[in-house]
């Protein structure tokens, strides 16, 4: 799971409006003005000027026009510091609304790809181009693919960005029975690696190879724990898609909605617990490890 601060996005969006608004009005209106009144304190200043010379007085004009000049021209404060601000934060606002975005993963649902303390980088514009604020899709690009390692707003809490895998795209038929899965009737293959220490929790998991699609990689799996916790399932729209037991469970993918998982998959919360992810909630596709201040070593791809 990722959280984040939820209105963020909107509080960026209000300060490069408030800063662009002053900017705009310093450029093409207060600007002039100050503009006419050092323009008119110049030619006051002239004019003594000249009845002081007339009257044999010399006076060092050159230094105090300038010094005239430059106090009707500063900006106030307040419009220096916006006018300051504001291409900066214009520019964040940009990048992060349909470029990239950062997050940091502050769970162990996708470990072992990504770690708590792992700094992610989200590609915005992989699965279309979207409004920032509203989510809006206004551009087709293209859909997600089993494998690709999502960042999306949780169905339950709009407020709230997750991050899983895609492990069912619509129109699947997703299974999972004794922890592995099989998508539209073919079983997905599993290749069995050393146990795997988690570094949180000095526990050993399971871990394997899963083949998904063209995208191998590594899940995990404790040891005495149940393919799913029947009581966590909750009411969520479409339920009627999907068949749980204790054993086992089945969901058909309704159209517009994706099924995740987490790779920690006895200790996620999920697709299999609260529901689809409908294609209004995707934010983008996690792309790299940009950092991990323990664990520089963390920094590459994500698979």
């Known amino acids: 799971m990722q959280s984040i601060l939820s209105n963020f996005a909107l509080i960026l969006f209000i300060a490069m409006v408030v800063t662009g608004v002053i900017w705009c009005l310093d450029v093409f209106i207060l600007s002039k003005q100050r503009r006419r009144k050092a323009d008119a304190a110049l030619a006051e200043y002239d004019a003594r000027t000249s009845k002081l010379t007339a009257d ?5 004009s050159n230094v105090n026009r300038a010094a005239i000049e430059q106090a009707h021209l500063r ?3 307040w419009i220096e510091y916006s006018g300051s601000f504001f291409p900066v934060i214009a520019l964040v606002f940009v990048l992060r ?3 990239w975005e950062p997050f940091k993963i502050p769970s162990s649902s996708m470990v072992p790809t990504l770690l708590v303390g792992d700094f992610i980088l989200v590609n915005k514009y992989a699965y279309g181009i979207r409004l920032p604020i509203i989510n809006k899709k ?3 690009i293209a859909d997600p693919q089993r494998g690709d390692v999502m960042v999306f707003k949780y169905p339950k809490d709009m407020s709230q960005d997750y991050i899983k895998r895609v492990i069912g795209v619509p129109g699947d038929k997703i299974s999972y029975e004794n ?7 073919k079983p997905v293959e599993y290749t069995p690696l050393d146990d795997y220490l988690d570094d949180q929790h000095p526990v050993y998991h399971k871990q394997f190879t899963e083949h998904l699609a063209s995208t191998p990689h590594r899940i ?9 916790d029947l009581g966590a399932v909750e009411n969520f729209p479409n339920r009627e898609a999907c068949d749980f037991s204790y054993d086992k469970f089945t969901c058909i993918v309704p159209e517009g909605n994706y099924f995740m998982m987490g790779d920690n998959r006895d200790n996620s919360a999920d697709s299999r617990y609260w529901g689809f992810v409908p294609d209004k909630n995707i934010v983008g596709k996690a792309i790299v490890v940009w950092m991990n201040f323990g664990n520089p070593k963390r920094i590459g791809g994500i698979q």
Request: charged share 25%; glycine share 10%.
């Open 56 to 60: 044999g007085i010399k006076v060092d």
């Open 179 to 185: 922890k592995r899965l099989t998508v539209n009737g």
């Open 97 to 99: 609304s349909f470029l």
């Open 220 to 228: 995990l799996n404790t040891e005495g724990k149940r393919t799913l």
């Open 75 to 77: 900006q106030p404060t």
């Open 138 to 140: 206004v551009v087709e």
